[in-house]
């Protein structure tokens, strides 16, 4: 897939190769693309404005290429694609897909959760679990790394399992003698 997307994309539109990532729904092309030039003395919030111009610039100019791609990949892969750009430091996600999520929490969690609405940090519990999940992402984020290479690691381990098909010989291989040879 990142290959195809690599030679899909304009090679204008990135600086370098974009970020693709894909779980089970969807997947996500960040790319980086040039800040704007500014003098040294330019404050941080006209750093950040000008990057969000950037931002939007790049949007309006790209949508219909990136709903043709979206279109194309999306029907190749039967998920939803959501696009985003880094400009400087400002990073922006254009479109995402919110996937309903069903769980079963005791009273301890939910008043977490109403807590946080109460608090104002959020408006809905729906709001508040986002938010426990992307807080828990960040302060684990080198452990969930661990995780997943584990789980590819466990992946790799059941493909080559004793159900696996064996690699078909070559033409070019020598034959193996038979008890008949």
Known sequence: MR??????????W????PEVSIDRDEILVVGRIPAPQ???????AARSAAEEGRIKQFREDTRERRIEIARELEH??????????????????FTSLS????????????????????????RSRSDALGW?????AQHSESWLAELRDAMAKVEDVRRAGPDAQPPTPT???PSTPTEES
């Open 132 to 136: 426990c999940v992307k807080l828990v």
């Open 99 to 122: 996937a309903p999520v069903m769980t079963r929490l005791r009273q301890p969690e939910r008043q977490v959760l109403d807590t946080l609405v109460d608090a104002g940090v959020a």
């Open 38 to 44: 500014q003098d040294g003395e330019a404050s941080a």
């Open 76 to 93: 190749a892969t039967g998920k939803k694609v959501a696009w985003g750009v880094q400009c400087g430091d400002t990073r922006t996600v």
């Open 171 to 173: 033409d070019e291989s």
């Open 3 to 12: 290959g195809w997307l690599t030679g899909r994309l304009p090679s204008d």
């Open 14 to 17: 990135f600086e370098g190769e």
